[in-house]
């Protein structure tokens, strides 16, 4: 505001459409009225240009917030990773049972795994049966699993 005489006020603003100084002079209650609209209703919230909005640390702001979901992804992809890796056989009996299953009982040794049998399937693994398809695989024969039982 330039000027108040008691009758009129004298002030001037910015035209945000031509970026023109503009100087008016206008009666009291026309003044106030204009100056009553840039007046929000009671408890309206108004967002400022401060803070993350400011000008001056917008840029700043964005890349931090960037950072910041960058980083969350990771760690949300580092959790599902985590997740999913099963323990093996051999965790969760020496977990459950305190006892290595590859461990042997006399000697105290690791033991080797040659073949799976089972009583209604026989054998369900076989190390000679690994032999004869790699030998297949190398020399391009068709590996025909031998029958059990």
Known sequence: MNSYDGRTVHYWYEDHRTGKR????????PFIYEMLQHIPPKHFR???RYGLYSRRSYQKAKDMLRLY??????QISLLLEH???KKTYRQRMIESFEKDPFQCPHCHQ???LIGIWHADYGW?????????????????IPFRRKKTG
């Open 83 to 85: 997740k999913r890796k």
């Open 110 to 112: 690791e033991m080797e």
């Open 22 to 29: 503009i100087d008016k002079k206008v009666s009291v209650y």
């Open 124 to 140: 369900i693994y076989h190390y000679m049966e690994d032999i004869e398809k790699e030998r297949c695989r190398r020399y391009g």
């Open 69 to 74: 979901a960058f980083m969350r992804t990771k």
């Open 46 to 48: 108004m967002v400022g």
